[in-house]
């Protein structure tokens, strides 16, 4: 318990109240608050407050000193590598390139997935997309090595089966070597 005289601004300890004490009687202490009303308590109840908060000059420069430091730009966000962009897939199984391919010879499906390879094929390079996956399924191995016949005829681009985790042997991984 501090020593409180009349006049000292207090705040008591269980309660949302602030004032002045106008009157001190042993252990009860009167409190003129700050809505006007004077109440009584225990000097156990009470916390002696300072209004005035003081701060020194070397704390205040301190504060500024902090707020007046640049804070770090963030640069800008640096492009992934060609290299690291995911790769395109390329799915030449009959049933996704048409609705019903029940009417079709075998001739002309081949013929539609080799237009379709040539065509996405086209268009990665075009693009400059370094991996492309085509996925060609396993089957008697015809398209395959049809594929491998196209990519043959392009000085820029290595072949290899693709991922066997992710496709098994149904697919060729082409690497297209792209001038800088």
């Not at 391919?101 to 996405?120: C, I, S, V």
């Not at 991922?163 to 082409?174: F, H, P, R, V």
Request: charged content about 30%; cysteine-free; glycine content about 6%.
């Amino acid at each position: 318990m501090s020593d409180f005289q009349i006049g000292d601004r207090v705040e008591a300890v269980d309660d949302v109240v602030k004032g002045f004490i106008t009157q001190i009687d042993d252990n009860t202490v009167t409190v003129d608050t700050d809505d006007g009303f004077p109440l009584s308590f225990d000097k156990g109840e009470l916390v002696k407050i300072a209004d005035d908060i003081k701060v020194s000059n070397y704390e205040v420069a301190q504060v500024k000193k902090e707020k007046e430091e640049p804070k770090k730009k963030r640069g800008p966000i640096p492009k992934p590598k060609e290299r690291n962009l995911p790769k395109m897939e390329v799915d030449l199984h009959i049933n996704q390139l048409v609705k019903n391919p029940k009417n079709m010879g075998n001739y002309e499906m081949l013929n539609l997935q080799m237009d379709t390879a040539k065509r996405q094929l086209d268009f990665a390079i075009a693009k400059r997309i370094q991996k492309v996956v085509f996925i060609h399924g396993v089957g008697a191995g015809v398209l395959k090595e049809e594929l491998q016949y196209l990519f043959r005829k392009y000085d820029n681009i290595k072949y290899y089966d693709a991922d066997y985790q992710k496709y098994g042997l149904g697919a060729t991984e082409i690497y297209i070597y792209q001038n800088a």
